[in-house]
Nanobody, 123 residues
Framework: QVQLVESGGGSVQAGGSLTLSCVYS????????MGWFRQAPGKEREGVAT????????YYADAVKGRFTISQEKAKNTLYLQMSSLKPEDSAMYYC????????????????WGQGTQVTVSA
């Protein structure tokens, strides 16, 4: 059984930073792409970032490029999302995802995802 558990969300002021973590467990194919997507109330899911399982190449949505950094510590089965220069429009529930596709857009329909962690950015 695959489990993804996010943590690290919170409330910050615009311009601030947060780092989200996702601890994953259970069997997953070696070539699974880990990623993050988010969903704000009343809005559709939005892909945020992914990381290639072998080459560790990272991919970002245009809305977060240059401000967010995705990384993975395989020895600890942990995925991270470092967020800086946060904006009120970044406020959403953030979900960790795992799927065979490394497309950022594919995170929104990923095979596996966690329960989410809330990020709130005030102006």
């Amino acid at each position: 059984q695959v489990q993804l558990v996010e943590s690290g969300g919170g409330s910050v002021q615009a311009g601030g930073s947060l780092t989200l973590s996702c601890v994953y467990s259970g069997y997953m194919a070696v070539r699974v792409c880990m990623g993050w997507f988010r969903q704000a109330p009343g809005k559709e899911r939005e892909g945020v970032a992914t990381i290639h399982p072998t080459f560790l190449t990272t991919y970002y949505a245009d809305a977060v490029k240059g401000r967010f950094t995705i990384s993975q510590e395989k020895a600890k089965n942990t995925l991270y999302l470092q967020m800086s220069s946060l904006k009120p429009e970044d406020s959403a529930m953030y979900y960790c995802s795992a799927d065979s596709s490394c497309s950022v857009e594919a995170t929104t329909t990923a095979r596996y995802w966690g329960q989410g962690t809330q990020v709130t950015v005030s102006a």
